[in-house]
């Protein structure tokens, strides 16, 4: 949440006074950010849904928009890649597939906060799934084609050399006029994952504190408008250190996979265990997953070679999640003993 918003901030501060342009303005920004959410999911879970389904809306349509740039001509290649990629001594190809998965699967995450929602789902046998399935389709389609539509537009020398690159396309299409159109729209759409954010995360606090392994303040709710209030403002505040501390995109996306990937892992490899402790009365042992064991195996083994590549190409910033990770244990423990 905390990287997204200071994304955000890098696209909507050129566009501010000079004084916001620096780093520290741009991290500015992006707590004041943090803070407004937090002010709108204070007022009541009402009103944190409705600004995520505006958000959403308004995102997908910005993307379809940009994805007018398949049918560009304005590519800027001037040479073959070999010339355009430096070498990389010392590095492997595997190593450099590897690093590059960090960001790709930080981008295409998100599908698993959808269970944090099961409690408020209808019908959640059937929607669940449903949702799953139509928002990761929907992703995949929008990604793929906006990421050719970079290609057809930029070439890949301007995919190198661009910062803001969705800002970049938009001028190209749009001229300047659609640079800052479009940086303030990309700034809106990274609104509603900060949003999504604010929403879902509370409720595994809430589901923590429900079996007593955090303090009951956790699952306390306002009877009027619905809201974790303290669970919520747990959640911003360490946001925000968060972003104090590790100041760049770069290093909170490293921080986030190297932890994100191996729990991710964690939770898809209990699918053995479950499966195995099932017994006939379980009425969930006769599910289908296709695959199986092979699929969620293979699964599970890429996630551990992205989270072994964040060591691997920045691991301060992976021995900062880790540190958290493995310090989470003792505490839990202690909670668990404590109730």
């Not at 070439?155 to 659609?178: E, K, T, Y």
Request: net charge positive; with cysteine; charged share 10%.
């Amino acid at each position: 949440m905390a990287g997204v918003a200071l994304l955000g901030s890098e696209y909507i501060n050129p566009l501010l006074p000079e004084v916001l342009h620096s780093r520290r303005g741009i991290q500015g920004t992006a707590i004041v950010t943090l803070l407004l959410f937090y002010v709108i999911n204070l007022l009541g879970i009402r009103a944190g849904s409705r600004t995520q389904n505006l958000l959403s809306g308004s995102k997908i349509i910005m993307m379809l928009v940009l994805c007018l740039g398949i049918f560009s001509t304005g590519s800027s290649d001037t040479g073959p890649y070999s010339v355009i990629i430096p070498p990389m001594p010392g590095t492997s190809w595997f190593t450099a597939f590897g690093a590059s998965l960090i960001a790709v699967f930080y981008t295409y995450g998100g599908y698993q906060q959808t269970l944090n929602f099961g409690a408020d789902i209808k019908d959640p046998v059937r929607n669940t799934p449903r949702g799953i399935f139509i928002g990761m389709g929907l992703v995949l389609g929008l990604y793929l084609t906006i990421n050719f539509a970079y290609y057809r537009a930029l070439g890949f020398v301007g995919l190198q050399s661009s910062n803001l690159i969705a800002a970049d396309l938009a001028r190209v299409l749009f001229g300047p006029w659609g640079e800052i159109f479009f940086s303030l729209a990309i700034f809106m759409s990274v609104l509603g994952f900060i949003n999504a954010t604010m929403l879902s995360v509370p409720r595994v606090y809430y589901a923590m504190a429900d079996d007593n392994i955090l303090p009951a303040s956790f699952k306390r709710i306002n009877p009027k408008t619905q809201t974790q209030e303290f669970a919520l403002t747990f959640l911003v505040v360490t946001a925000i250190g968060s972003l104090w501390w590790l100041d760049t995109f770069e290093k909170i996306v490293n921080y986030v996979m190297s932890i994100d990937s191996l729990a991710i892992a964690s939770a898809a490899a209990t699918l053995f265990v479950f499966r195995r402790r099932a017994g006939t009365s379980d009425p969930h042992r006769g599910f289908k997953i296709w695959g199986y064991p092979w699929l969620p195996a293979f699964f599970v083994l890429f996630l551990l070679v992205v989270a072994a590549n964040v060591i691997i190409t920045d691991p301060s910033s992976a021995l900062i999640g880790w540190l958290l990770f493995l310090g989470g244990a003792p505490l839990y423990w202690v909670l668990r003993r404590g109730k």
